[in-house]
């Protein structure tokens, strides 16, 4: 989903960095592969990997997998129309790194240390997250400057759509559910305050997805 990101990058800067992160994300789609293959007991073969993968998720992963497509192929349509490089950013970047991917990085880490086991997956999950903060630092200084450079609309809008969206992730167990949402408003409380937000807007945002999250559990 990064490739689009790059070919509409509308700076020779950001076209640089976005090199780089692109080398990172495949080096974490390998790990992903091994890890699905020799840990969780899926197909080996990474496109039937793909289709059991995808058949185990549920709702909200599918969603926001949906609404990532939606988002990239309009960017593909028009690659070097702003906007949706920015909406597209806000998706990928703000959204699955810096809310969804960290908090799930950040327990994975933890739990495997406080158990003491497999020590190997614990290290490539902290290389992981020494990774996603470099393109979440990224992420969150193009959208700064789009906000500065007059597209809020569109930011807010991926943001309306997303963001109820990924508080909805932990359902499974709503054990955990509470504690989950709160770290997810936290860092998407953090971002929003880093990308220049209307607090207005960051207070209404999470009390929507607040409240979509209580109303389906
Ligand atoms: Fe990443």
Same mark, same amino acid.
């Given at each position: 989903?990064?490739g689009?990101i790059?070919?509409?990058? %509308?700076?020779e800067s ?10 990172d994300?495949? *080096?974490?789609t ?6 699905g ?8 073969? %990474? ?15 599918r969603?926001l ?13 028009? %690659?070097m ?23 799930g990085?950040?327990?994975l ?9 497999? %020590? ?16 979440? =630092?990224?992420g ?9 450079? #007059? ?22 167990? =709503? *054990?955990?559910?509470?504690a989950?949402? /709160?770290?997810? /408003? ?9 990308i220049?937000a ?10 929507t997805?607040?409240?979509?999250? #209580?109303s389906? *559990?």
């Amino acid at each position: 989903m990064l490739g689009p990101i790059l070919v509409g990058s %509308p700076d020779e800067s950001y076209s640089v960095f976005l090199g780089t992160q692109i080398a990172d994300e495949t *080096r974490h789609t390998h790990l992903m592969l091994r890890l699905g293959a020799e840990v969780a007991g899926f197909d080996p073969e %990474p496109r039937r990997m793909l289709a059991q993968a995808w058949n185990d998720s549920d709702t909200p992963h599918r969603e926001l997998t949906l609404l990532e497509g939606e988002l990239v192929a309009d960017l593909l349509g028009t %690659p070097m129309d702003y906007r949706r490089w920015l909406r597209a950013v806000v998706l990928f970047h703000l959204v699955t790194e810096g809310i969804l991917a960290l908090v799930g990085q950040r327990a994975l880490v933890r739990t495997l240390r406080r158990l003491d086991v497999l %020590p190997g997956i614990r290290t490539a999950y902290t290389a992981m997250c020494r990774d996603e903060s470099r393109h979440i =630092g990224f992420g969150t200084h193009a959208l700064r400057v789009g906000m500065q450079e #007059g597209c809020a609309d569109d930011i807010y809008d991926v943001l309306e759509r997303a963001i109820p969206i990924a508080l909805r992730f932990d359902d499974r167990d =709503g *054990r955990r559910g509470e504690a989950y949402r /709160a770290m997810c /408003a936290d860092l998407a409380r953090k971002h929003l305050r880093t990308i220049g937000a209307d607090p207005a807007f960051a207070e209404h945002l999470l009390g929507t997805g607040t409240t979509t999250a #209580g109303s389906i *559990r």
